[in-house]
């Protein structure tokens, strides 16, 4: 095979695919294959009916014009995706046009008898691409298909268009055909039976036979032997199309440099990275006071790698990120990921953690050798993301900046309960059978390997599951032996697309010039149709900017401090032995990360006195290394003996008692045993934590080599690497590490000195948290804060502070009022407050805040100061009604202007 071709109605695969391709010509340089990237377009009629055509890249030129005819298509049309003729004449270099299949409108105006339409139609196209239109004939078993192709047959030969044979293909063998119409079936939330009589009456769903999947030149020759000019014609393709391959560019956008610094340096190049350094001298004179050798040596160093990967606009495009969100009155969080590591971050305050102070490395984050762009990742105030968001797209342009999509695959539980669906197996089966799959192996592993290569591997609750699953897979009657069937071979194909919660594109030029993109409905931006991993081997910056409730908690408390001004005000310092005493008694109930009734019964046993005490159970604690806290407290305590399997790496591993915790760790020891490069020993440590065999034995080797000619012994050099093997993949970044213990810390610093601020505001940022709503009033009561109950004249939507000393509860904590109920109130109230129950009912609406509303607000003590006993609300007046019930009766008769009494109901209870 000499080529293979995609042609979607989308670009979604077209860059992994053309990638595997040129991958898979690397290793096979004698027979290379042409990868041919095409993509279907539909072209609207008057009359609103579409047309499918396919338009083919021949090289570079043509792939990037396919991108933007595609992007086009989905912005123009709000993701409907059609386009209009212009746009395919202002695209089409390097590209060739297909008629199409017997949905184009060449097709359609053949089985309408149009001959005319469909000629004009066909000359169109070849007076816009000349020599690069071909005729596409198929064989596919379609109605009216033998009429479409005598008369494209014809038209080729009069008009001197060169004719294709075609195989339209939807799945890879012929007994796929099954699964194909499963997939349709769920695509359209159909039962497979109506599938099929929907099918046997028209073709509108489904296809007409079996025959659509990639069949070899042999199969492809009989089905055509009496077109081989067709086969001829392909080759005349196949030589127009190039080999071209996709190189990564960087594409970060320039940093608008401010005016006053530019004209200082209007003759020199490099001014980007020249504002860079004039900015992290500038900031570490604030930070440090007196920069000593030390901080001079650091602070060049990393300029230096940051000028040769040219990296310095995307450090400034941060930092003026930061810097608009500090504008607009935005928290942000002190760092987060391993771009702690770096002091021109810190410096330039894209972090607020010192890596000196903290023995944080750069190497992590960024090195001379790394290829992949490295992440610098923004936690912003939960409630003002959007705000940033608008900040970029008016900096650099609507068309530079994107939301990026995400590809969700099938799980093995949902293919079970969708096939189930499609099958027609009730619910409550589909149920039985998903709960039976774990999630520690694939269906297909499950279903191949034998029952005792599980044995060992599985608890006695999860191997049952596994038997219970095999028997049903192996019993061939059961429709749910068919259906695991099935399951297990649509298990990780791709069920939908998502949108990236937090990454956003930032590009030099107009996204569309490389990356296909479409439309965020949501948010109405731009949206890329290649995922994370192919945008970032583009070359295109990605940054994540992720919400944290506990920043907004954190923001809602210093505001309330603030506004106090009776208060004290205490300086903030990861020293403060108050702080310190709350995680030794463990009292940590709403600190961040900190907060479950586990990790704070090892804190009150590990007792913890400094903030790498914090940081290290905060990187213990998480499945996998979690069985070395015990020994990690006994250590701290001196009831275990400290020991390092070679004294060189107590330099390493003396804060944290001898225990490997961080990957910082395993790259400082692995570089000192070895003399290996930095960004080696980050290599080793990436390729132990996930397992990468290839990359692994080739670092492996080296690493040993080295360390025993430098004198260490093989046997201790053993038992480091299997150490590391059993422990890296759970290796914490510690500098990821040290920014959250800082978050937290603060957190902890606001409950110890301002209890009544942080507690309302962690009360109130939990509004919607029944759960946590119970347990921090509780809390709350522990540290002596007495919680009002709620008032309709006094309560806000979320929890306030009255009188210095209590909290009121928040109408928005009552389940059930609404907040257009609230917000009623809270308006109706402004102007005067609610004197007596039929005062309230008569100023609201009661469209809005119903008779429920009334009875929840009665029984949640909101209308408890009217004095009137809650009770007393559901006596009965008369036969027919309690007295709120025949209240509401005659204030809506009141408000009808029906009757004019209402007021002698004002002694009612």
Excluded at 452 to 463: A, D, P, R, V
Excluded at 856 to 882: A, C, H, M, P, Q
Aim: with cysteine; hydrophobic share 35%; charged share 30%.
């Amino acid at each position: 095979m000499k080529a293979v071709g995609i042609t979607d109605n989308n670009m979604m695969g077209s860059f992994i695919f053309l990638n595997k391709i040129n991958n898979f010509n690397k290793k096979n340089k004698k027979k290379k294959i042409k990868a041919i990237i095409g993509c279907e377009f539909f072209i609207k009629d008057k009359k609103n009916n579409l047309f499918s055509y396919i338009l083919i890249a021949k090289n570079k030129k043509g792939y990037y014009n396919l991108i933007k005819i595609s992007s086009y298509s989905f912005i123009k049309t709000n993701n409907l995706n059609y386009i209009n003729k212009k746009i395919i004449k202002k695209y089409k270099k390097g590209l060739i046009f297909l008629t199409g299949s017997i949905k184009s409108k060449i097709s359609y105006n053949i089985i309408n008898n149009n001959f005319k339409k469909a000629v004009k139609f066909l000359l169109y196209w070849k007076k816009i691409f000349k020599d690069d239109i071909y005729i596409e004939i198929f064989k596919n078993g379609f109605k009216h298909e033998e009429k479409v192709n005598k008369y494209l047959l014809k038209f080729s030969k009069k008009y001197k268009i060169y004719f294709i044979n075609q195989n339209n293909t939807f799945y890879i063998k012929k007994k796929d055909y099954k699964l194909y119409n499963i997939l349709l079936c769920i695509k359209n939330k159909i039962k497979i039976k109506e599938f099929i009589k929907i099918n046997k009456k028209e073709n509108i769903l489904g296809l007409p036979n079996k025959s659509f999947y990639f069949k070899n030149y042999l199969k492809i020759k009989k089905k055509f032997k009496n077109l081989k000019q067709g086969f001829i014609n392909l080759k005349k393709i196949y030589k127009k199309i190039e080999f071209y391959n996709i190189k990564k560019k960087k594409l970060l956008p320039n940093f608008k440099i401010p005016k006053k610094f530019n004209k200082k340096i209007k003759y020199k190049k490099n001014k980007s990275y020249l504002y860079l350094k004039y900015i992290t001298y500038k900031g570490a004179k604030k930070k440090y006071l007196i920069i000593n050798k030390k901080i001079k040596k650091r602070i060049n160093k990393e300029l230096k790698i940051i000028r040769k990967k040219k990296f310095e606009d995307y450090f400034l495009i941060v930092n003026s990120i930061i810097i608009q969100a500090k504008k607009n009155n935005i928290y942000v969080g002190p760092g987060r990921g391993s771009v702690a590591g770096s002091i021109v971050a810190y410096c330039i305050n894209i972090t607020d953690v010192d890596p000196i102070k903290h023995n944080l490395i750069f190497e992590r984050f960024l090195n001379i050798e790394r290829v992949k762009m490295p992440d610098i990742d923004i936690d912003l105030d939960d409630k003002y993301k959007k705000k940033i968001i608008f900040f970029l797209i008016k900096k650099y342009n609507y068309y530079k900046i994107s939301n990026i999509i995400t590809y969700n695959k099938m799980g093995a539980k949902l293919a079970i309960k969708d096939i189930s669906r499609v099958l027609d197996l009730s619910l409550k089966k589909a149920n039985i059978l998903s709960n039976n799959i774990i999630n520690k192996f694939t269906l297909k592993e499950i279903l191949d390997n034998n029952i005792s290569f599980f044995y060992k591997k599985l608890s006695n609750i999860n191997y049952n599951k596994v038997l219970k699953l095999k028997l049903i897979y192996n019993n061939k009657n059961l429709l749910e032996s068919k259906i695991l069937k099935k399951a297990k071979l649509l298990e990780g194909i791709l069920r939908n697309t998502g949108i990236h919660a937090c990454g956003i594109i930032i590009s030099n030029k107009n996204i569309i010039n490389n990356v296909p993109v479409m439309l965020n409905k949501k948010n109405n931006m731009l949206l890329t149709q290649y995922d994370t991993l192919a945008i970032e081997k583009i070359g295109l910056l990605k940054i994540d900017l992720l919400s944290l409730k506990t920043l907004t908690i954190i923001k809602d408390t210093l505001k309330k401090i603030k506004n106090n001004k009776k208060k004290k005000k205490k300086k903030f310092s990861i020293y403060d032995k108050k702080t310190f005493k709350l995680f030794k008694q463990g009292h940590t109930i709403g600190i961040f990360q900190y907060d479950s009734l586990n990790i704070s019964k090892y804190l009150k046993e590990l007792k913890p006195n400094n903030f790498n005490d914090l940081i290290s159970i905060n990187a213990l604690y998480r499945p996998g290394p979690i069985k070395y806290l015990p020994s990690f407290i006994l250590r701290k305590k001196k009831k275990q003996k400290i020991l390092y399997d070679l004294p060189v790496m107590k330099k390493f591993l003396k804060e944290t008692y001898g225990i490997t915790i961080f990957q910082e760790q395993v790259i400082l020891i692995a570089r000192k045993l070895s003399g290996i490069s930095k960004f080696e020993a980050d290599s080793l440590r990436e390729a132990i934590g996930k397992k990468n065999i290839f990359k692994l034995n080739k670092l492996k080797k080296k690493f040993f080599k080295n360390s025993i000619k430098n004198g260490y012994s093989k046997k201790i050099l053993k038992k480091i690497w299997k150490d590391w093997e059993s422990f890296v993949s759970y290796a914490f970044n510690k500098s990821h590490a040290t920014c959250y213990t800082y978050i937290s810390f603060k957190t902890a610093f606001l409950k110890t000195h301002y209890k009544l601020e942080y507690m309302s505001s962690l009360l109130s940022n939990n509004i919607n948290n029944y759960k946590n709503i119970k347990i921090f009033i509780k809390e709350s009561k522990r540290l002596g804060i007495k919680i009002l109950k709620p008032d309709i004249n006094k309560s806000e939507k979320t929890f306030i502070i009255e009188k210095n000393k209590y909290i009121r509860f928040g109408l928005g904590a009552i389940k059930g009022i609404g907040n257009a109920s609230i917000n009623l109130i809270i308006k109706s109230r402004k102007k005067k407050k609610f004197l007596s129950i039929l005062d309230f009912i008569t100023r609201i609406d009661l469209s809005i805040i119903n008779k429920k509303h009334i009875e929840i607000l009665i029984l949640s003590g909101s209308l408890d100061t009217f004095k009137i006993k809650r009770y007393k609300y559901f006596l009965k007046e008369n036969y027919k009604y309690n007295k709120i019930n025949f209240l509401l009766k005659k204030v809506s008769e009141y408000k009808k202007k029906k009757k004019k009494t209402i007021y002698r109901y004002k002694k009612f209870f």
